[in-house]
């Protein structure tokens, strides 16, 4: 299958801007899946709740049916992270979705920094979906810093670990080839890039998309630059998980010996 990432700078608040660089970033791409950036629909520096207030939007809002039509013209699904809105709470989310609509919506588990003033924490938990014969998980940006998070999703099958990310730090592009290979499975790293300057909030996105293999091969790292890259996998491998004839990751645990 062709699974793929699309890296590019979102401008702050300029949703129509943001949708339109997916559109024509998208055009003449052929893939299965394409993962987009964490909020890549609104940027990431909320001055406060009045902005997220504005910018956020239910699960089946605008950007769904910006993303289902995509879905549909190109017959691809695509997972995208946005702001959602729920009564009066919001949570920093990621939803999948194909030409046969929504298979799943993830809400970001492990908030970063002042996401904590503006965003409730996850209570979607950290569950696998199916998509066209392929088990997936899902986790957002700062999740990654939690390897229970990643074992959690490889335990209960997940063979692609989707990842869209605002990163500032520079550990994850590399903690993931260990995640990658610790669980057996494939990592997609959708990251943005770009800066965004608003009052006291100082961010740089560091971009480092990558797509990693469960032997730990990067198969695609893009840079800063703005892109789209598609890779062929075999989803297959990360069925097994021996790493020799003697040892196999999953069955030798010793869950007696670890904290839950
Ligand atoms: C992050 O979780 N956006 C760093």
Not at 48 to 69: C, H, I, K, R
Not at 144 to 155: D, F, G, K, N, Q
Request: proline fraction near 4%.
């Amino acid at each position: 299958m062709k699974i793929g990432f699309l890296q590019f700078a979102p401008q702050f608040g300029n949703k129509k801007g943001n949708l339109d660089a997916v559109s024509k970033l998208t055009n003449n791409i052929d893939a299965d899946v394409i993962v987009l950036p964490e909020l890549f629909n609104t940027g990431y520096a909320f001055l406060n709740n009045v902005e997220l207030s504005e910018l956020a939007e239910p699960v089946d809002g605008e950007t769904n049916e910006f993303m289902q039509s995509l879905a549909n013209e190109m017959n691809c699904a695509f997972a995208y992270g946005f702001a959602e809105r729920t009564g009066s709470a919001f949570y920093n989310s990621v939803s999948f979705v194909a030409a046969s609509g929504i298979t799943a919506t993830y809400r970001k588990s492990h908030l970063f920094f002042e996401e904590k003033f503006l965003f409730k924490p996850g209570d979607t938990g950290l569950r696998t979906f199916d998509h066209g014969g392929v088990k997936y998980g899902m986790l957002i940006c700062w999740d990654w810093i939690y390897p229970e998070a990643m074992r959690t999703l490889a335990l209960q099958g997940a063979q692609i670990i989707i990842h869209p990310a605002n990163l500032v730090t520079p550990y994850c592009p590399d903690a993931m080839v260990t995640r990658a290979i610790e669980n057996r499975v494939f990592v997609v790293t959708a990251d943005r890039t770009g800066d965004e300057i608003r009052n006291d909030k100082n961010f740089h996105f560091i971009g480092t998309s990558q797509i990693v293999a469960p032997n730990g091969d990067i198969l695609t790292r893009a840079g800063e630059e703005t892109c789209v890259r598609v890779v062929n996998i075999e989803p297959e491998l990360a069925l097994d998980k021996k790493m020799n004839r003697h040892n196999d990751l999953f069955l030798d645990r010793r869950e007696d010996l670890y904290f839950t």
